[in-house]
């Protein structure tokens, strides 16, 4: 018995793979090295069987430059939604090296095998905490539903809105910078109030090497005080992430 599949469907779901894999490779959490690539593309396959039934009967004749184009397109638009996301989810992360910076920890910084890269250790424990968080509050779920919602915004073969994308990438630094003072600016504040009280001992004891005693007395301090930025980090989380989800409805095709 010969199976037979009708070619828009093969066509559907090929192009529905493509946007899926670009949305995968680039939006955390599920861009993480921690992740193998078997799971990834697994991943990517099982988001593409929950769309294709939906768009198999919008498409065009099928041809082979249709589907070429189209399917860059689709990857493209994917890598997109992607990359709008990690913009937004980095605002944590950005938290966390506020502080490595002002507590003197990015003078060591550590190498992390995940990513390839450098990275100060509150800036990655940030990162880890948040992407728990994302996964313990459902968020993950939550930007599957907006990657599949996108759909209707942007259907298949619609172009690329560079307008449209360009100002959403705009707000979405904005926000990302805006976050990460939110969340580290109790620290921030904190440590300079410690250079100002290191620079007053300075002057009241000019015998005293300050540059001996600053930098573990910041880190202590900084140890110490490190709880004061958890409990924002669920609030500006889902924050970021339902703005992730509302920029990637707000895209429509022109």
């Known amino acids: 018995m010969d199976l037979q599949v009708p070619s828009a469907t093969l066509a559907a779901l090929l192009l529905a ?20 690539s078997a799971v990834k593309g697994a991943l990517a396959l099982a988001l593409s069987l929950v769309v294709f039934p939906h768009i198999s009967g919008t498409l065009p004749a099928i041809t082979a430059g249709f589907l070429i184009v189209t399917a860059i397109t689709e ?54 905490l948040a992407t728990t968080l994302l ?8 930007l599957v539903r907006g990657f599949v919602t996108s759909y209707e915004g942007l259907p298949v073969g619609a172009s690329l809105p560079t307008d449209q994308l360009g100002s959403a990438l705009v707000t979405a630094f904005t926000m990302m ?52 930025t958890f409990p924002l980090l669920p609030t500006a989380l889902d924050s970021l992430m339902n703005h992730a989800v509302e920029a990637m409805l707000a895209f429509k095709s022109g």
């Open 17 to 36: 793979s493509a946007r899926a894999t670009g949305f995968v490779v680039l939006a955390p959490p599920f861009n993480n090295n921690a992740i193998p």
């Open 75 to 128: 990857a493209i638009i994917g890598a997109a939604l992607g990359f709008l996301v990690q913009v937004l989810f980095t605002g944590v992360q950005m938290a966390g090296d506020i502080i490595d910076v002002t507590g003197g920890f990015s003078l060591q910084p550590a190498y992390d095998p995940m990513s390839l890269s450098t990275h100060g250790v509150i800036g990655k424990m940030h990162y880890l």
């Open 177 to 228: 910078f805006l976050a990460a003072l939110q969340i580290a600016g109790p620290m921030v504040a904190v440590l300079l109030l410690a250079d100002v009280a290191l620079a007053l001992l300075s002057k009241a004891a000019p015998a005293l090497n300050i540059f001996a005693i600053g930098f573990p007395v910041k880190i202590m301090v900084t140890l110490a005080l490190l709880g004061l």
């Open 135 to 142: 996964f313990t509050s459902g968020g993950h779920l939550l």
